[in-house]
C-alpha cells in the first residue's frame, strides 16, 4: 500500500511538472514573438548584464528616470536639477536686492542694514536666523574660510558686521549709511569667522 501511494504521488508530481511546463511554454508564447527579435544590453545594478528585447525597451515611457546604476544604451532620461541649498536660496533673494539702501536697523524689503540682509534673505529661504550680526556669529555651525560655500554667514570686524557668501571670494553685504547693498571682496575687511545654517 505504501508503495501504491508512494507510485501515486510520482504520477501526480509528473503531472504537475508537465502542466507547469506546458503553461511556461504556453505564456512565452503568448509573450514573446516566434521571430527572434533585437535585443539591448541592459545593465541592473546588484544582477549585471542582461539582453532585454527592443520591444520590451521600446515600452517604456518617455521622461521616465531609472534608478541610479541602470544603464540602458540609448536611453538618456531626462536631467534632473539637483535641488538648492537653502543657503544659495539665500544667496538668491540677496542677489534681488543689490542697491537697495543702507538703512540701520532695516531688515527689509526694501532697505537693510547689514544682519537685516542676511536675515531677511535666509526667511525667503525658509529658515529664520538672529538678527544682530553678533548673534548670527554666535549660532550655526563654524566653517573653515577654505571651506566656505554660497549662502554661508561671514562676520568681519569681530562680529559687528556680517554679509552672505556668494563665491570666488565675495559677500553680498549692506555695508554703511549712503552706500547701497553691494558684492565685495572678503579682502577688504577682517574676517572674524564663518557659519553655516
Same mark, same amino acid.
Given at each position: 500500500?505504501?508503495?501504491?501511494?508512494?507510485?501515486?504521488?510520482?504520477?501526480?508530481?509528473?503531472?504537475?511538472?508537465?502542466?507547469?511546463?506546458?503553461?511556461?511554454?504556453?505564456?512565452?508564447?503568448?509573450?514573446?514573438?516566434?521571430? $527572434?527579435?533585437?535585443? %539591448? /544590453?541592459?545593465?541592473?545594478? *546588484?544582477?549585471?548584464? &542582461? +539582453?532585454?528585447?527592443?520591444?520590451? @525597451? #521600446?515600452?517604456?515611457?518617455?521622461?521616465?528616470?531609472?534608478?541610479?546604476?541602470?544603464?540602458?544604451?540609448?536611453?538618456? $532620461?531626462?536631467?534632473? %536639477? /539637483?535641488?538648492?541649498?537653502? *543657503?544659495?536660496?539665500? &544667496? +538668491?533673494?540677496?542677489?534681488?536686492? @543689490? #542697491?537697495?539702501?543702507?538703512?540701520?536697523?532695516?531688515?527689509?524689503?526694501?532697505?537693510?542694514?547689514?544682519?537685516?540682509?542676511?536675515?531677511?534673505?535666509?526667511?525667503?529661504?525658509?529658515?529664520?536666523?538672529?538678527?544682530?550680526?553678533?548673534?548670527?556669529?554666535?549660532? #550655526?555651525?563654524?566653517?573653515?574660510?577654505?571651506?566656505?560655500?554660497?549662502?554661508?554667514?561671514?562676520?568681519?570686524?569681530?562680529?559687528?558686521?556680517?554679509?552672505?557668501?556668494?563665491?570666488?571670494?565675495?559677500?553680498?553685504?549692506?555695508?554703511?549709511?549712503?552706500?547701497?547693498?553691494?558684492?565685495?571682496?572678503?579682502?577688504?575687511?577682517?574676517?572674524?569667522?564663518?557659519?553655516?545654517?
Amino acid at each position: 500500500m505504501a508503495i501504491k501511494r508512494q507510485t501515486l504521488g510520482l504520477h501526480r508530481n509528473a503531472h504537475l511538472a508537465s502542466a507547469v511546463a506546458v503553461g511556461a511554454a504556453t505564456l512565452s508564447a503568448l509573450l514573446l514573438p516566434a521571430a $527572434p527579435a533585437s535585443a %539591448a /544590453p541592459v545593465t541592473v545594478p *546588484g544582477v549585471g548584464t &542582461v +539582453d532585454v528585447p527592443d520591444q520590451i @525597451l #521600446g515600452q517604456i515611457p518617455p521622461g521616465i528616470a531609472l534608478p541610479p546604476g541602470f544603464e540602458i544604451p540609448g536611453f538618456n $532620461p531626462p536631467a534632473i %536639477a /539637483p535641488e538648492q541649498s537653502v *543657503g544659495q536660496r539665500a &544667496v +538668491d533673494a540677496a542677489m534681488t536686492k @543689490l #542697491g537697495a539702501p543702507y538703512v540701520y536697523g532695516a531688515s527689509g524689503p526694501n532697505a537693510f542694514d547689514c544682519s537685516g540682509l542676511v536675515k531677511w534673505s535666509y526667511e525667503q529661504a525658509g529658515l529664520e536666523l538672529p538678527r544682530t550680526s553678533y548673534d548670527q556669529l554666535a549660532a #550655526g555651525t563654524p566653517v573653515s574660510l577654505d571651506d566656505l560655500q554660497p549662502g554661508d554667514v561671514v562676520s568681519f570686524y569681530g562680529g559687528s558686521h556680517s554679509g552672505l557668501y556668494v563665491g570666488d571670494g565675495n559677500v553680498i553685504h549692506a555695508s554703511t549709511a549712503g552706500k547701497p547693498v553691494a558684492i565685495a571682496s572678503m579682502s577688504t575687511m577682517p574676517v572674524a569667522g564663518a557659519r553655516r545654517y
